[in-house]
């Protein structure tokens, strides 16, 4: 190899403290856009609320993607669109737009996503199959399942649920507040659980943590399994937010659930996770989208800014030490 | 691998080991055909091939391209939104302008080139980078036509309408090119090469061979594939649409582990992978012919795909726990 080359290999383009933390990327990036937005909107403290509204969302099921992500390369979870969809078109059918039903509606959409990421992990561990094509061949069961059941008709979320997601405190969206709780308790279960040093272990290498009596199998299943847990939680809680649930919902989360966390400085070699930056990634990310809107740009446009966006960050944050 | 010396007995032992690889894909394109053949005597026509393997002919051609980027043990997220893109060019700016035409083609190979570089020079996971680029294509699809429409010009359809005497086109085509990357992959420097770097990088950049240079001659190679899925995707439909071969990127992912290949890079079989991509079309065409409902037929794609690769794995399994 050329010196040239060496060094553009070993050298971070960035100061180092940003290069470490690479999460900090995404919440630079949010003070940027929420400047950006104030000098074109009167009310820049509303396009900020309504952008941390979406993205609560993208947390939840970002949270679960980090968790599969952390078990190391390969491991990504194709099958959340779906499973949103799925477990929101049920949930919703099973409350039947009352809100006595709406405990049980959680449980149903739940235990659907729950079950959907189980039979993920049986395909994987049993079946051998790699963890992409397994998540994707589900994702495409679990699509004619809500299409055969659901017909994909809008389902109308019952006025309780519907109340409470858009419930706001202090200005800010109470389910937002809820999911912050919720991603600091997975910092605090990644960090100090022996499941969450586990999946850490595996990510880094996955013989090294088996000889070193890590429960692989245990941790994947619950792995797996959580994903579909946050999934489904998504599915329920987005259907009543948008006002129902459709068959193409959770389009959107197929590559943006991997985006936001790649871009909040979670390693997608594995073994290295980081969940502050999947919030800061995902107010980013509906931030840019907002902020298209308000200059007029379309939808072409959008596109474009959020890929140079995404390829800009990890580009930036890239750094030479051995990812494979 | 020993690549600086080519000896003879070693390509003869690759080419039996490629035979051995090739049996999976084989049985699963008969046990499609098969019942095809069966439900529809009729299709074993001129006319019958040809309207079968038509449509199989951008999927060959999209997986042919996530083949050369997965034999280097990388993956290109970007391929479906790339070939919608294309079909965008050729059928709305070329008829306009196709000097600007080609030079956006071009420009996509140049860019394919630039990343097959920066994930080399940046150590960065392909996956994340083409997801940024995915957005970056849809976008500029969206820009060019933002919905389906267009003008193909006349001679790229009439070429994917060609009659040629005897044997139809689709099929001397899947026979020309299984054969063309048999000699790529198995008979030049090149493809020793490709599947060095897959299998083993570090051993490659010993031997005196540029890995920067492999990866971004392989990564223009996978822009070009893709450019000519997206070619004869506008050629049979006749249309430019912006989301049009969304789902290709997975297909292909599909496709790939269908015909012998792996996740982790060094193995391939070009055989195998034309055999793959016409499994996974005829799939389609095999289920509509047992009157099976639309909304069941993903859920059925999905299925066939988990038989598939179990038994694959299963076959594959020496006895000792894999853990993928």
Redesign the interface.
């Known amino acids: 190899?050329s010196n040239g080359?060496n060094l553009?290999?070993k050298k971070s383009l960035v100061p180092n403290t940003l290069a470490k933390s690479r999460w900090l990327w995404s919440y630079i990036g949010v003070i940027i856009l929420y400047i950006l937005v104030s000098t074109v909107s009167d009310s820049p403290f509303q396009t900020f609320s309504a952008s941390i509204s979406f993205s609560t969302f993208l947390i939840l099921v970002g949270l679960g993607q980090m968790l599969v992500i952390t078990n190391g390369p390969?491991n990504?979870d194709?099958s959340i669109p779906y499973t949103i969809a799925f477990a929101g078109s049920f949930s919703l059918k099973v409350i039947g737009g009352t809100n006595e039903g709406i405990i049980l509606g959680l449980v149903v959409a739940i235990a659907s996503g729950m079950a959907v990421g189980m039979f993920n992990f049986a395909?994987?561990r049993f079946?051998?199959?790699?963890?992409?094509?397994?998540t994707?061949?589900?994702?495409?069961?679990v699509?004619?399942?809500t299409?055969?059941f659901f017909r994909g008709m809008l389902i109308k979320p019952p006025p309780g649920l519907e109340r409470f997601v858009n419930t706001k405190l202090l200005g800010l969206p109470l389910l937002f507040l809820l999911t912050v709780f919720l991603a600091v308790f997975m910092h605090f279960i990644l960090n100090r659980t022996t499941y969450g040093r586990g999946i850490q272990a595996i990510g880094q290498n996955?013989?090294a943590a088996?000889l070193a009596s890590v429960k692989?199998d245990r941790c994947k299943f619950i792995t797996y399994t959580l994903s579909g847990l946050f999934a489904g939680l998504a599915g329920i809680l987005l259907a009543s937010f948008t006002g129902g649930a459709t068959l193409g919902m959770g389009g959107d989360y197929q590559?943006n659930s991997?985006?936001v966390v790649?871009v909040g400085g979670t390693s997608?070699?594995g073994g290295d996770s980081n969940v502050q930056g999947i919030i800061g990634a995902s107010i980013l990310l509906y931030l840019i989208t907002n902020f298209m809107n308000i200059i007029g740009l379309?939808?072409?446009?959008?596109?474009?800014?959020?890929?140079?966006?995404?390829?800009g960050i990890?580009?930036a944050t890239?750094?030479?030490?051995?990812?494979? | 691998m020993d690549t600086q010396t080519i000896k003879p007995e070693l390509l003869k032992g690759q080419s039996r080991k490629m035979s051995k690889d090739i049996l999976m894909p084989l049985v699963s394109i008969i046990l499609v055909s098969v019942p095809i053949v069966i439900l529809k005597p009729r299709v074993m026509s001129y006319m019958g091939i040809y309207l079968l393997l038509n449509m199989a002919i951008p999927m060959v051609l999209v997986t042919i391209a996530q083949m050369f980027a997965m034999t280097i043990?990388e993956i290109d997220?970007s391929l479906g939104n790339l070939v919608s893109l294309v079909t965008c060019i050729v059928g709305t700016v070329f008829p306009k302008n196709p000097g600007l035409a080609i030079a956006m083609l071009a420009s996509i190979i140049a860019i394919y080139m630039i990343i097959g570089a920066?994930l080399y020079?940046?150590?960065?996971?392909s996956?994340?980078?083409t997801?940024?680029?995915?957005?970056?294509?849809?976008?500029?699809?969206?820009?060019i036509q933002?919905s389906p429409g267009g003008n193909v010009p006349q001679i790229i359809v009439s070429f994917m309408q060609m009659k040629t005497p005897f044997i139809p086109m689709p099929l001397i085509f899947m026979i020309v090119m299984a054969f063309l990357l048999f000699l790529i992959l198995f008979r030049t420097n090149f493809g020793i090469l490709l599947r060095g770097v897959g299998g083993n990088k570090r051993a490659v950049?010993q031997s005196g061979h540029s890995v920067?240079k492999t990866q971004m001659f392989v990564f223009g190679i996978v822009g070009l594939f893709g450019i000519l899925s997206g070619t004869a995707l506008a050629g049979i439909t006749t249309s430019a649409d912006p989301k049009i071969a969304q789902n290709y990127t997975?297909i292909a992912?599909?496709s790939v582990?269908l015909g012998g290949g792996?996740?982790a890079g060094g193995t391939v079989s070009g055989v195998g992978v034309v055999l793959g991509a016409c499994t996974m079309t005829l799939v389609g065409t095999l289920l509509t012919f047992l009157k099976i409902s639309p909304?069941?037929?993903?859920?059925?794609?999905?299925?066939i795909?988990?038989v598939v690769?179990?038994i694959n794995?299963?076959l594959k399994?020496s006895g000792r726990v894999?853990?993928?």
Do not use: C, H
């Not at chain 1, 474009?304 to 966006?309: A, M």
């Not at chain 1, 890239?318 to 494979?324: D, H």
């Open positions: 190899m080359v553009l290999y390969g990504i194709l395909l994987i079946g051998l199959i790699p963890p992409m094509v397994a994707l061949a589900s994702s495409f069961i699509r004619t399942l299409i055969v996955t013989k088996y692989v590559s991997i985006a790649v997608i070699a379309g939808v072409g446009f959008r596109n474009i800014i959020t890929g140079i966006v995404i390829v990890i580009l890239g750094r030479g030490k051995g990812a494979r | 043990g997220f920066l020079l940046r150590n960065l996971q996956i994340v980078v997801i940024g680029m995915s957005f970056i294509w849809l976008g500029l699809a969206i820009l933002p950049e920067l997975l992912v599909a582990l792996s996740f909304d069941w037929q993903i859920g059925t794609q999905g299925m795909i988990l690769l179990f794995s299963q399994k894999r853990y993928v």
